[in-house]
């Protein structure tokens, strides 16, 4: 059973666009969630994480956002760059770190 | 000064042998992880060591044995490799258990098995 989904395989954005990449999950348990970053031949890097008893966090460019009622959470990136083009995971803490099966964005100058 | 380090980085090995991946973390981590990555690209746990203390072992054959001689290393066994384990295998690490949640990855060992 997928307890954390992200339904969108690809992603494609303008630079300078905003990407809105999301993600959903089912166990209400979770108490962190996190986004994570990977590039081709690369270990996934952490990008930024939000604790289940906020509703958005923000890093620079990066910001993310938690509707808890929903079991929905989104990473926002503003202004989108070539650089951000990678494959995005989301990922959900209950006792292990569960991902997402992953975005890829791409983001075209 | 790399944080979480594997070798090798590519392996490629013929069905039946068997091989070990390496993993060393420098961050002063009390937990370490094992994650599988297969051809649809999903990242599985397979376990999970804290202290040296094996704390999460997912439903994995019994072929893969992890060793963790410290807490700054934790190395991954495999017996009698098969073609379905191919793969890219990740080695992460975090400071505890329960504590600050993000997980510091390794670049990966691709697994070939011919």
């Known amino acids: 059973d997928q307890q954390v989904k992200q339904n969108s395989p690809s992603l494609s954005v303008q630079e300078g666009r905003i990407s809105i990449l999301n993600c959903d999950y089912t166990?209400?348990?979770?108490?962190?969630f996190l986004w994570y970053k990977k590039y081709p031949a690369e270990g996934p890097t952490f990008l930024i994480s939000i604790s289940s008893i906020k509703d958005k966090n923000e890093d620079g460019r990066f910001t993310v956002f938690l509707n808890k009622s929903a079991k929905h959470l989104s990473l926002h990136i503003v202004p989108s760059q070539p650089g951000d083009s990678a494959v995005y995971f989301c990922a959900a803490r209950g006792i292990r770190l569960t991902f997402g099966e992953g975005t890829q964005l791409t983001v075209n100058p | 000064d790399t944080a979480v380090s594997q070798t090798p980085k590519y392996l490629v090995t013929q069905m039946g042998n068997d091989k070990s991946i390496k993993c060393e973390q420098n961050?002063?981590?009390?937990?370490m992880y094992w994650y599988k990555q297969d051809s649809k690209k999903f990242l599985k746990i397979m376990f999970s060591?804290?202290?040296?203390?094996?704390?999460i072992n997912e439903t994995v054959p019994n072929r893969f044995s992890p060793k963790s001689p410290d807490k700054a290393h934790l190395n991954l066994h495999i017996n009698s490799l098969e073609l379905g384990d191919s793969a890219v295998y990740f080695c992460?690490?975090?400071?505890?258990?329960?504590?600050?949640?993000?997980?510091?990855f390794g670049p990966g060992t691709r697994l070939t098995v011919l």
């Open positions: 961050l002063g981590h009390d937990t």
């Open positions: 060591y804290n202290n040296k203390e094996l704390i």
């Open positions: 166990n209400s348990m979770f108490d962190y």
């Open positions: 992460a690490s975090s400071q505890d258990v329960r504590g600050n949640p993000e997980q510091f």
